[in-house]
Nanobody, 121 residues
């Protein structure tokens, strides 16, 4: 059973920092890419940033210079370091991964359950 499990969310004051983690567990042959999305109340889910294996890291314009995505390839873990947080960053943050489970499998997208980040003004 493949799972993505996020952790690290919480309540923080504006200007503060949080670090989110996402662990992909289970029998995984390879990881094509991992990323973070967020969804605020009443809004559509949006990309925060992602890392495609062997390629560059991409960020939404709204978080550039404040958020940093990193991956531990050996541990299949994705991190999101969020600095200078703003109230508009308040949302449920979801981890996303494109996984190949066996040598013969197609690539499949998995989602975590989400972790709440609340930034108070």
């Amino acid at each position: 059973q493949v799972q993505l499990v996020e952790s690290g969310g919480g309540l923080v004051q504006a200007g503060g920092s949080l670090r989110l983690s996402c662990v992909a567990s289970g029998s995984i042959f390879s990881v094509n890419g991992m990323g973070w999305y967020r969804q605020a109340p009443g809004k559509q889910r949006e990309l925060v940033g992602n890392i495609i294996t062997g390629r560059s890291t991409n960020y939404a314009d709204s978080v550039k210079g404040r958020f940093t995505i990193s991956r531990d390839y050996a541990k299949n873990t994705l991190y999101l370091q969020m600095n200078s947080l703003k109230p508009e960053d308040t949302a449920v943050y979801y981890c996303n991964a494109d996984l190949i489970l066996t040598r013969w499998s197609a690539r499949t997208t998995y989602w975590g359950q989400g972790t709440q980040v609340t930034v108070s003004s």
